[in-house]
């Protein structure tokens, strides 16, 4: 199993341009969520899903869609983007009670907006 | 609102030290807790999960405990090596079904030889 997978793993955006990153989990869980993490700031949920083709908003989702058309995808995309959206971004997938929901992390994508 | 505090934010031994790294959190209702560990530049990894009815967990030299009443758990790591220099984040979820993680901000740990 190659577990939680992200790309791209760093990007540069100019501010105003768009992109999607994209998380692909290859365990058949149910939950999704993207994070972000910023010095100082331990991590902020963004986006979840507990299930293919449901979405909603976590604790910072200003400046950001998501859209999970499969089980296995989660995709965050920014329209616009923003020197605040320079971040590095987790994606992450849990089980369902079963297994506590235990959380299993990719390895990011660091993004930088000039 | 729940808070996960950890300190101290960065902690540097020598090899072979024993440690414990705490983190406490505001409000004792939760369903688990768990401990991970990032390296730099690098994801999270799962080291331990704490359910609430349990007192603690094991993992070859790695302890957890947790102490929902008085709001805090300990990770503690036994003859530490070099390469468990790392970032340490612990978190709690606040329920069953979905319920987010809150995280603390971590303790950046440095074991030098």
């Known amino acids: 199993n190659a577990g939680v997978t992200q790309t791209p793993k760093f990007r540069v955006l100019k501010t105003g341009q768009s992109m999607t990153l994209l998380c692909a989990q290859d365990m058949n869980h149910e939950y999704m969520y993207w994070y972000r993490q910023d010095p100082g700031m331990g991590l902020r949920l963004i986006h979840y899903s507990v299930g293919e083709g449901t979405t909603a908003k976590g604790e910072v989702p200003d400046g950001y869609n998501v859209s999970r058309l499969k089980k296995q995808n989660f995709l965050l995309g920014l329209e616009s983007a923003a020197p605040s959206q320079t971040s590095v971004y987790f994606c992450?997938?849990?089980?369902?009670?079963?297994?506590?929901?235990?959380?299993?992390f990719g390895p990011g994508t660091r993004l930088t907006v000039t | 609102k729940q808070e996960v505090t950890q300190i101290p934010a960065a902690l540097s031994v020598p090899e072979g030290e024993n440690l414990v790294l705490n983190c406490s959190f505001t409000?004792?209702?939760?369903?688990?807790l768990q401990w991970f560990r990032q390296d730099p530049g690098k994801g999270l990894t799962s080291l331990l999960l704490?359910?609430?009815?349990?007192r603690e967990q094991t993992s070859g030299r790695l302890n957890a405990s947790l102490d929902k009443s008085s709001g805090r758990s300990t990770l503690y790591i036994a003859a530490s090596q070099p390469g468990d220099s790392a970032t340490y984040l612990c978190a709690v979820r606040l329920g069953t079904g979905f319920q987010k993680l809150v995280f603390g901000t971590g303790t950046r740990l440095l074991v030098s030889p």
């Open positions: 992450a997938s849990s089980p369902t009670r079963r297994s506590s929901y235990e959380q299993y």
């Open positions: 409000d004792s209702a939760i369903y688990n």
């Open positions: 704490i359910q609430s009815s349990q």
